[in-house]
């Protein structure tokens, strides 16, 4: 199982910009890998995500903001989100599943390696 580790939260105002890390602990080629996001009282939902042949999918409510990305050399996903709103504010995490299907690619329940989160706030 691929370990991942989640980085780069934290606060923003609405409008600006954080970027996410994810470091994964080995290479992750045939692997799906996603950004799922989990505000308090909602359901986890998918964000972004590559399938396996790093093809990307959007949620609807972040096509034009949020642009997932893969540095493959340093095992690292990464999502750069603009244009932040406070309904963006939630728990994200990075997951991973081999070999996925790309119409599995933001359901969670679908993906078996997951980080433990890191945490993005954002003020109005």
């Known amino acids: 199982q691929v370990q991942l580790v989640e980085s780069g939260g934290g606060s923003a105002q609405a409008g600006g910009s954080l970027r996410l890390s994810c470091a994964a602990s080995?290479?992750?080629?045939?692997?799906?890998l996603g950004w799922f996001r989990q505000a308090l009282g909602k359901e986890r939902e998918g964000v972004a995500a590559f399938d396996t042949g790093d093809r990307p999918r959007y949620a609807e409510f972040v096509k034009g903001r949020f642009t997932i990305s893969k540095d493959n050399a340093k095992n690292t996903l990464y999502l750069q989100m603009n244009s932040l709103q406070p309904d963006d504010s939630a728990m994200y995490y990075c997951a991973a599943e081999i070999r996925c299907g790309r119409w599995s690619l933001l359901q969670p329940q679908y993906y078996n390696s997951w980080g433990q989160g890191t945490q993005v706030t954002v003020s109005s």
């Open positions: 080995r290479n992750t080629y045939n692997y799906c």
